[in-house]
């Protein structure tokens, strides 16, 4: 049973260009306990992909990643679940032998230990031996989902990470996948770090939530804590445009288009709030300085005006 947790510190994602590097995401701070699973929220656009992608150490192409020293790379310790499990299982192979090949082929487990291991990694995803003799065309997207899940459970990931794995599913589907991934998470105590647009989708299910505006953590806290007590402002709006929870059958609220023109937005990131040329709450501090973080352990913030804290 693994015991330790995660830190990644000064985590930067930029583009690769000599003149006019862009950074995308950070500077950036996470700390992922054992057994904890931990969401990073936002629009999109605002970095989440890219983080994720930055801890398994599998950016794409032209971007670069520094984070401080010894804190990376991560790439051996992270099993990687995908929105769209079917773009990546091998088409012709019936998912018992997908399975079976990364354990051969990363984790080099001899040749007689594999179908026990498997048969094992299908039971802990619900799966049964006759649903892994089943080609990928032939599964439910759950079921697919839930073979992802064995596939990135069979490199002995330190940390699951899943990039919107469950926002082609319908609720109740998607309700049973994160539960699955909370049960794996606490009976082998690995961390997961889960990327998704749904806050309120996500209480009971992450234990913190960090929530992300144009490459920077703006908000954190549990769950349940920061979708009823939201104090970021750009928070208090992701929160409220979630249709089902403070509207019916009206039109949901909008965050407003950003004030500033593109080729602002760059120095707007280096020097004051992200969120300022959207916010209706922004005054002259908010376009100079970044926000220091407020708040406790369990629930901060960066804002100088937050919201109430309560929604209505
Ligand atoms: N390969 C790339 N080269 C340059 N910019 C990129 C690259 N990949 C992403 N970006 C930019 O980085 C920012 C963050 O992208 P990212 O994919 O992490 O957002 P996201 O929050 O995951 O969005 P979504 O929810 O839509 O997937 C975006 O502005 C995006 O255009």
Redo the contacts with the bound molecule.
């Keep these: 049973m693994k015991t330790a947790g995660i830190q990644v510190r000064n985590l930067r ?1 930029e ?1 690769l260009q000599e003149k006019n590097p ?1 950074l ?2 950070g500077p950036l701070d996470l700390r992922i306990l054992p057994g904890e699973i931990l969401a ?1 929220v ?12 930055a801890l398994a150490g599998v ?5 670069g990643i520094t984070a401080s020293p010894g804190d990376l790379p991560l790439s051996s310790r992270c099993g990687m679940v995908f929105q769209d499990p079917f773009s990546y299982f091998n088409p012709r192979w019936r998912m018992f032998r997908s399975i079976a090949e990364v354990l051969r082929v990363v984790r080099k487990v001899p040749r007689e230990k594999i179908a026990p291991l498997v048969e094992s990694l299908l039971e802990s995803v619900g799966l049964s031996r006759e649903e892994g003799e089943l080609f990928p065309f032939e599964m439910s997207g759950g079921m697919a989902q839930r073979s992802a899940i064995a596939i990135a459970l069979a490199v002995d990931p330190q940390v699951l990470c899943a ?2 794995a469950t926002s082609a599913l319908d609720p109740a589907t998607r309700d049973r996948i994160l539960h699955l991934i909370a049960e794996i998470c606490r009976q082998r105590c690995m961390a997961a770090v889960v ?1 998704s ?1 749904d806050l309120p989708g996500l209480v009971g299910h992450a234990d913190r939530v960090v929530v ?1 505006y ?2 920077l953590a703006v908000e954190e806290g549990a769950a349940e804590v920061v979708l009823r007590e939201s104090r970021h402002r750009y928070t208090d709006f992701l929160v409220r445009c979630h249709p089902g929870i403070h509207t019916r059958g009206g039109k949901l609220p909008e965050i407003p288009p950003d004030a500033f023109k593109a080729e602002d937005e760059v120095s707007q990131h280096q020097r004051g709030c992200p969120f300022a040329g959207r916010c209706p709450g922004a005054a002259e501090l908010c376009l100079q300085e970044m926000p220091p973080w407020q708040g406790g352990s369990t629930h901060r913030f960066r804002c100088f005006y937050p919201a109430r804290g309560t929604t209505p």
């Design positions: 994602v583009t862009r995308l995401v990073l936002g629009e999109s656009g605002s970095g989440k992909t890219l983080t994720l992608r950016p794409p192409r032209g971007l990039d919107e990327v647009h992300m144009r490459g």
